[in-house]
């Protein structure tokens, strides 16, 4: 039987040095390059098969006519001329100022919320209900009850995106509440931390990566349910522009406001992301 002893060192291979040195000259670009070549590259493939559906349905329109609108838009986005015809900066300061509002309305019932229901295990049983059975309602079917309890369109609009972005963060508040190890509050009670003390040393540094990660989820279900709001209340806002175009039959302003939606909504995910690693130890990606 051969054994390993047997076998000859000719048999062993090393790699020449060429190799070596060229594994050891692993190209790095900077992260600006590769973030701007994978955007590029996702640009070049949505207009790619946005262009081949263009082909197959004949009436919506291409890329190249829509960007021509698109460009359009951009560069005079603050016109006003009335009420029925506004650039599309001022639609999205709208919408955006309708947002931030039902957000941080939302947040400041949520996380107060979310800290109660980890805490304490009688609230939990309380509310745990009440959350499962609200969280999956419809947007859209909160906003006459908005009407009927605040008698505005606009109102109502700032109804639902409150209501709808409160669940995830009080799950994500609760969830980091109740997970605060047992050691830690061990040693809180060890050197009689008061409430406010344990609050502000153990529970909140502790929850903050999941009380972001929460708000980052919240956010990004505001606007979308933003411009359904709007199609609904009208006057101003992104969705009331969408609504407005369509009724116009211009798909073009359609699509071009669909492209700023996903364009601000990326803009505020990758807000809300970098708070998250902020706050996050190296726990939470």
Same mark, same amino acid.
């Given at each position: 039987?051969t054994?390993?002893?047997?076998?000859?060192?000719?048999?062993?291979?090393?790699?020449?040095?060429l190799?070596v040195?060229?594994k050891?000259?692993?190209?790095?670009p900077?992260?600006w390059?590769?973030?701007?070549?994978?955007?590029? @590259?996702?640009?070049?493939?949505?207009?790619?098969v946005?262009?081949?559906?263009?082909?197959?349905?004949?009436d919506?329109?291409?890329p190249i006519?829509?960007?021509?609108v698109?460009w359009?838009?951009?560069?005079n986005?603050?016109?006003?001329? @009335?009420?029925?015809?506004k650039?599309? @900066?001022?639609?999205l300061f709208?919408?955006?100022q309708r947002?931030l509002?039902g957000?941080?309305l939302?947040?400041?019932?949520?996380?107060p919320?979310g800290?109660l229901?980890?805490?304490?295990?009688?609230?939990?049983r309380?509310m745990?209900?009440?959350?499962?059975?609200?969280?999956?309602?419809?947007?859209l079917?909160?906003?006459?009850v908005?009407?009927?309890?605040?008698? #505005?369109?606009n109102n109502?609009?700032l109804?639902i995106v409150?209501i709808? #972005?409160?669940?995830?963060?009080?799950i994500?508040?609760?969830?980091?509440v109740? #997970?605060?190890?047992?050691t830690?509050?061990?040693v809180?009670r060890?050197?009689?931390f008061?409430?406010?003390k344990?609050?502000t040393r153990?529970?909140?540094?502790?929850?903050m990566?999941?009380?972001?990660?929460g708000?980052?989820?919240?956010?990004?279900?505001a606007w979308?349910?933003i411009v359904a709001?709007e199609?609904?209340?009208g006057g101003?806002?992104?969705?009331?522009?969408?609504?407005?175009s369509?009724n116009?039959l211009?798909?073009?302003?359609?699509?071009?406001?669909?492209?700023?939606?996903?364009i601000?909504?990326?803009?505020?995910d990758?807000v809300?992301?970098f708070?998250?690693k902020?706050?996050s130890? @190296?726990e939470?990606?």
């Amino acid at each position: 039987m051969t054994t390993l002893a047997d076998t000859p060192m000719t048999a062993v291979r090393r790699p020449s040095p060429l190799v070596v040195i060229t594994k050891n000259m692993r190209i790095n670009p900077p992260l600006w390059v590769v973030t701007a070549l994978s955007m590029i @590259g996702s640009a070049v493939a949505l207009a790619g098969v946005w262009a081949l559906i263009s082909l197959l349905a004949k009436d919506l329109p291409g890329p190249i006519a829509t960007l021509k609108v698109f460009w359009e838009m951009i560069i005079n986005p603050l016109y006003d001329n @009335g009420p029925n015809d506004k650039g599309i @900066g001022l639609q999205l300061f709208a919408s955006l100022q309708r947002v931030l509002i039902g957000f941080a309305l939302g947040s400041a019932v949520a996380i107060p919320l979310g800290i109660l229901i980890g805490s304490n295990p009688f609230a939990r049983r309380i509310m745990d209900p009440i959350v499962q059975i609200l969280r999956p309602i419809s947007p859209l079917a909160w906003f006459p009850v908005g009407l009927a309890i605040l008698h #505005s369109a606009n109102n109502a609009t700032l109804f639902i995106v409150f209501i709808t #972005s409160l669940w995830p963060t009080v799950i994500n508040t609760a969830f980091g509440v109740s #997970s605060v190890p047992q050691t830690h509050k061990d040693v809180a009670r060890v050197f009689k931390f008061s409430r406010w003390k344990y609050l502000t040393r153990v529970l909140l540094p502790y929850s903050m990566p999941h009380i972001f990660t929460g708000l980052r989820l919240s956010m990004g279900i505001a606007w979308l349910v933003i411009v359904a709001g709007e199609m609904l209340s009208g006057g101003t806002g992104i969705g009331f522009f969408i609504w407005d175009s369509w009724n116009a039959l211009n798909l073009q302003r359609v699509i071009s406001a669909i492209l700023l939606i996903g364009i601000v909504g990326l803009a505020l995910d990758r807000v809300f992301q970098f708070l998250v690693k902020r706050f996050s130890y @190296g726990e939470v990606a």
